[in-house]
C-alpha cells in the first residue's frame, strides 16, 4: 500500500509539474547558471560504476557532473553522466548513446530506489543538443529534482546521435523506447541500491518515446518490471504531414518537425535530396533551422 501511494504521488508531481511549466525552458535559471558555474570543477569517473558488461544497458563511462551538482538546483542530487551501450530499433544493430542519472543522497529504502525514467522532447538533432551536456540539463533539471526528492532515481537518456557519434534519427520512437530502458540498465550499473521497478513519464517526442518504451520493455528488458508508462502529446501519427507540406497547410510546429524529419532523413540517407522538400527562406535558413533548440545551447 505504502509503494502505491508512492508511485501514485509521483504521477501526482508530474501533472503538478507539467501544469505549472507552460515552457520547458527556465531561462532565469539558466542565466544564473551561467554565472555560477565558473569553478565547478572537472567531471571525475564515478567510484562505483560497473563497467564489466557489453550487452544493451552497460556502461562505457560514467563520470560526475559538477557543473549540476555545485549548482543550486542541483545540490540534493547523486548524479552521473553515462555513455552505455543500446541497440538501434530499425536495424537492431549495436549503438553507443549517452545520457545522465541520478539518486537522492542517503539511505536507499529497502529494494533499493525505484526509478523514473524521463523521456525529454525535442531539444534538436545535433550532437550538441543532448540534456547531459547542459549545465541545466536544457530544463529537465526541475523535473529531475522533483522526482529525486520524492524519493526516486531518475535515468534521463539522451537518445542516439544527440550527445554521442551518430546520427539522431528523429521521429524513431523504437529507437528512443530502447535507449530509454537502457538508461535504467545505465542507472543501475552507475550506482548501488537501484530498484528494478521503474516506470517511464515523456511528453512531446519523449512522449513517443515513452509509449515504445512501453510497447517493448517486457521483452527488451525481462529484468526490469515496468509499473506504468505516462505519454504525453505524443507523435502518434505524422502520415497526413507530407499532405499538409504540399497543401501549405501546415502549422508552425508541423514545420519545425517536417524539417528536422528530412534533415534527419537525409543524413540517414545520403542520396535524400533536401531541395525536393525545402525552398525559399526555409531553404536559405536550413542550417540555422537546425540547431539546438533551448536556452542553454549556445
Not at 535559471?29 to 564515478?46: F, M, Q
Amino acid at each position: 500500500m505504502r509503494r502505491a501511494i508512492q508511485w501514485g504521488a509521483a504521477l501526482a508531481a508530474v501533472l503538478l509539474i507539467a501544469a505549472s511549466l507552460p515552457v520547458m525552458w527556465q531561462v532565469g535559471s539558466w542565466a544564473l547558471d551561467k554565472l555560477r558555474h565558473g569553478g565547478a570543477g572537472d567531471p571525475v569517473p564515478i567510484r562505483t560504476a560497473d563497467l564489466t558488461g557489453s550487452g544493451p544497458g552497460s556502461l562505457i563511462s560514467a563520470m560526475t557532473m559538477p557543473a549540476l551538482t555545485n549548482s543550486v538546483e542541483g545540490k540534493d542530487l547523486q548524479a552521473a553522466r553515462v555513455v552505455y551501450r543500446s541497440t538501434s530499433g530499425d536495424t537492431d544493430a549495436p549503438t553507443v548513446v549517452s545520457g545522465s542519472v541520478f539518486t537522492p543522497r542517503g539511505q536507499a529504502p529497502d529494494g533499493g530506489w525505484p526509478v523514473i525514467a524521463l523521456a525529454h522532447g525535442t531539444t534538436g538533432i545535433d550532437q550538441p543538443c543532448a540534456p547531459s551536456l547542459s549545465a541545466n540539463l536544457l530544463g529537465n533539471v526541475v523535473f529531475v529534482q522533483g522526482f529525486v526528492n520524492l524519493g526516486f532515481a531518475v535515468a534521463l537518456a539522451d537518445y542516439q546521435g544527440l550527445g554521442a557519434p551518430g546520427v539522431h534519427p528523429y521521429t524513431d520512437s523504437r529507437t528512443a523506447g530502447r535507449n530509454v530502458i537502457d538508461s535504467v540498465r545505465a542507472l543501475r550499473h552507475t550506482f548501488r541500491d537501484i530498484s528494478n521497478r521503474w516506470a517511464v513519464f515523456g511528453g512531446s517526442q519523449g512522449g513517443g518515446a515513452a509509449w515504445a518504451a512501453d510497447e517493448q520493455a517486457r521483452t527488451y528488458a525481462p529484468e526490469l518490471d515496468l509499473i506504468g508508462a505516462a505519454a504525453s502529446v505524443p507523435s502518434a501519427d505524422v502520415a497526413g504531414i507530407v499532405d499538409k507540406a504540399v497543401a501549405g497547410t501546415m502549422t508552425k510546429d508541423q514545420e519545425a518537425a517536417f524539417q528536422a524529419i528530412v534533415e534527419s532523413l537525409a543524413r540517414l540517407h545520403p542520396d535524400l535530396n533536401r531541395d525536393d522538400y525545402r525552398r525559399g527562406a526555409a531553404a536559405r535558413y536550413w542550417k540555422v533551422l537546425s540547431a539546438c533548440s533551448g536556452p542553454d545551447v549556445a
